[in-house]
């Protein structure tokens, strides 16, 4: 028996490198690929866009409400944040999760280093920001948002990175935006700017120079030039809704980088059923554009040519189009129920649309605004491409 | 015999599969990888930036002299346009050609589709362009440049992709500026647009709406605002060199979209030792900038801060850095001999420079200035990052 099982020992080898190849996916790019995430399910599917497919679903994320995702320097991961302060690494090519920690008790997102080598979390409780072995998701600082005399921590918004593997974030509760340089994650060093009142969001315009946070507490919004910090914060648009009712506010909305086109931003206003276009480095007032309801996400078409629109509820089955040209609405459409956000793919020929309530993800021809196809998808919420990774402020 | 090649015909497929398995590179994402073409050898290298390493060498793509490179929407494959009319595919994940024709006498570049499908050529002999299945290399259209009332061709220059499946490039020998759209490449449609003399080459603004054509017979640059095609073709800067005596031009410069930055474009002065800067839109000239030599590449880091420029012989051992705040210079080096070509990481933390002469691609950090690394290349010449394969006009 022994003599046998030597004999054929020479298989073991075999087998498992058999084993190893049959377990191995084909090669792939990894420029077109993407996550869903699926809310209700704490899923998420890993798609690609030149085939317009899924091809995988990925479980054990934690909870997703409000997830959001960033991607590693080589497109090849995407860093999960989960509103349970879990940040888990999934491996798009083999559709597994390589790492994962509960790294706070609130998270609302992240973003990458400029080198790539830091993922950083930005954290509601307890309030402050984390940085993480990219590889590793090994601790390497731990940046609490502290305000005030009595160590107060103030939960924190509106993270970006910034050139020079810096990071800016808002303070809610502190009325302050923040920098921190991780150039040396082991001795970050953090500059203050008091802002206005109550920062919930904000953006960085896509070459990393001007940061522009939405304020909660009060009309307006609060810009830091980034090329001229030592002029501080000044506020932009004040009053915007001056002498009128302010209106429930049904979802904060949301401010990336994306709402720029044009030399402009375009802004959701709070409370209101308009955008506000503003134009940089002047801070002039340029329009504002009555839109069907509160928006919530004011995304620009890669081109810039063409900024798209959701709502909050009730109206959350609609998206508007505002032409930058004229600076009009160009379109009004329902892509199905609770569209909760969209993404446009790189170069802008298509934008893939989630529909919460009708379980789907809608993917739209940009040019004729007629839908390509749709995938199902359960209870879908943000969806992210990998073209992320090579853009500063995301 | 018979009956021992039969009992042991099992080990067939075993075989079969243990090579397959064998040659399958490992999984990698696609994001970090690049192209150095190695110009005296017709080699390319595949290379990655995020350990700054060589990963392979691939021969076989004929005279690579002036040799540019577009991406596939995935990222894995490089098309590489060789001036001896050869488009050859590199698959970047096993370091193979897969593809490659010859498609032309003389060809100077191309450009990838919006949605990713084709791969279009600009060709000088025979003047025009041509369009090519992506994934086959299949000829789908054949576009030449004709003018005039005997059929002649003019060279063509400045390709360009714009949204919408169309091509922008210009006529060398017409002055000519021509968008074919090829969203039905069976039935291309070319609209002509009357431009300055002799167009050399050219750029879209990132967000593709203004083509902007450097001109060899006159002073000045040709400019079509993409979005009121309507008006035609205004020459910008005009009589930039009027009164003074004309350089002898030792190396044509090159102008891509790369070069806007902060809202003004970045254009070098033919012949002439000088950075033009001008604002986009208003077309006012904002500054000239003296430099070293004559320009050949002024290229913006991404965040648009700096623009790093390099020359023509006999100063092409130098590169100088402007400060686009300020519009002055704030640097000056030589990071070797002959510099032919620089390439920043997406979000801009470093630049690969190929110097020729000394046989190496010089890599360094763009906040210090300083080199990180170097790497032996055979007289390297152009260096191309996969992120290339996600921006409008490149």
Redesign the interface.
Known sequence: MLHLIVKYMWWIP?VV??S??AT??P??????LGIVIERATGQVQVI???GRSSLAQVSGLGDLSHASVV???????AYVFGRDGGLTKVD???ARIVGRVVQAGNSIGGAVS???RLVVAQNYEPGGIKAFDADTLELVADVPAEFGSEGKRSKVVGLA?L???RFIYSLFDANEIRVTDLSDPRNPKTERYPAGKQPYDALVTP???YYIAGLFGEDGLSMLDL?QPGQGVHTILPGYGRGEQALPVYKMPHLRGWAV???RAYLPAIGRHEVLVVE??SWKEVARIPVKSQPVFVMAR????EVWVNFAFPDNGWMQVIDT?TNRLVDSFQPGRAILHLEFT????AVWISARDDNKVAIYDT?SRQKITELPAASPSGIFF??R????GF
């Not at 991607?71 to 991961?77: E, H, I, K, L, V």
């Not at 890669?302 to 040519?305: I, L, N, V």
């Open positions: 075999v490198l058999l190893a190849c191995q996916p090669l792939r790019g990894t420029g077109d690609e866009t030149s991607f590693s320097r080589d497109g090849r991961y798009l090519l083999t400029q080198d790539g990175d050139p020079g593997n070459d990393g120079r090329w086109a044009a030399g940089l480095g890669p081109d810039g040519r040209f790189p170069k802008g020929e040019r990998t073209s990774a090579f853009r500063t």
